[in-house]
């Protein structure tokens, strides 16, 4: 499955009890539609893990454009006892459209910083952020 939208913190890097490194962040997407003819928004918020290398972690950031191919989930939980989910994402590869006029991709051969991936430009608007 393929999403795209925007990242709404910086990533974070966790390494497991295996020493496996895991990129962690969220990424929210808008959906326009309309109802009774009125304009309305919805968005919906994944948590997402790339498990594939951490050398793309510093390139995602807030507000970055994000496509990411993977596989979707669902994380199950009691909060004050009140039953709670919320949508994961377990991405295999990202392709990053940058804040600005940066492009980055990582996909499954990108495991270190020196595979670190390479900059090409393309245009993003600033103002098309969810929040």
Known sequence: MQITGRVTSDAVVRTTK?????VGFNVAINENYKSNGEQKQT???????????DAIAPFIT???LIELSG???VNAYLSGGEAKASLTFRADNIKLHGKG?????AGPAVTTAS???SF?????PEDDLPF
Do not use: L
């Open 115 to 117: 595979d670190a991936p």
């Open 18 to 22: 295996s020493e496996k490194k895991v």
């Open 62 to 64: 807030k507000g970055t």
């Open 120 to 124: 090409n430009t393309i245009p993003v």
């Open 101 to 105: 006029n940066v492009k980055v991709e």
């Open 71 to 73: 596989t979707v989930g």
């Open 43 to 53: 968005t919906t918020f994944f948590e997402c893990s790339y498990w594939r290398g």
